[in-house]
C-alpha cells in the first residue's frame, strides 16, 4: 500500500526511532512501512492517523487496480477507497455497523467513478474477512 508517512514524519521532524517508539512499534516496522514493504494492521493505521491528527485515507493510499467500467456514465475512472468502522462483534452473525470498540473493525472498500460520482459496489476484501476468522 502506497503512503505518505515518511512525508509527513519529516514534516514534522520526527525521526524513524521517535515515531517507533510513539507508537510502540519497532524502528523496522516503521521503515518497512515508509518503503511500502508491509500494510499497517487497522489498529496501525488509527494510530498513525491519530497521532499525526489525519484522516487513514490521507496517509495511506490503496492500490487496488480496478477495471470496472461505471454503470451510469460507463467511465473506467474509477477509485477505490477505503471507508473505516465497519465493525464485527464476536459471537454476532454477520457483520454490523457501529462505534462500539470491543469488536474488530476490518475495512470496508467502494469503487467510486471520479467521473459522475456513482459509487458502484461496496465490498470487504477476503483477506481482511479471512484474518477476522483467526
Not at 526511532?17 to 508491509?38: D, F, H, N, P
Not at 477505490?80 to 464476536?90: D, E, K, R, V
Request: hydrophobic share 35%.
Amino acid at each position: 500500500m502506497k503512503n505518505r508517512l515518511e512525508e509527513i514524519r519529516k514534516q514534522k521532524g520526527i525521526k524513524q526511532e521517535k515515531l517507533a517508539e510513539m507508537l510502540q512499534v519497532s524502528r523496522q516496522t516503521i521503515s518497512y512501512l515508509e518503503k511500502g514493504k508491509y500494510n499497517p494492521s487497522i489498529t496501525l493505521a488509527l494510530k498513525i492517523a491519530s497521532l499525526f491528527n489525519m484522516k487513514v485515507e490521507e496517509i495511506f493510499i490503496s492500490e487496488e487496480e480496478c477495471t470496472m467500467e461505471c454503470k451510469n456514465c460507463g467511465s473506467k475512472n474509477i477509485k477505490t477507497n477505503i471507508m473505516w468502522g465497519l465493525f464485527a462483534h464476536p459471537g454476532a452473525v454477520g457483520l454490523h455497523f457501529g462505534n462500539n470498540l470491543t469488536g474488530t473493525t476490518i475495512p470496508l472498500y467502494s469503487d467510486l467513478c471520479l467521473d459522475c460520482g456513482e459509487v458502484s459496489r461496496t465490498f470487504i476484501n477476503e483477506k481482511d474477512l479471512e484474518a477476522l476468522r483467526k
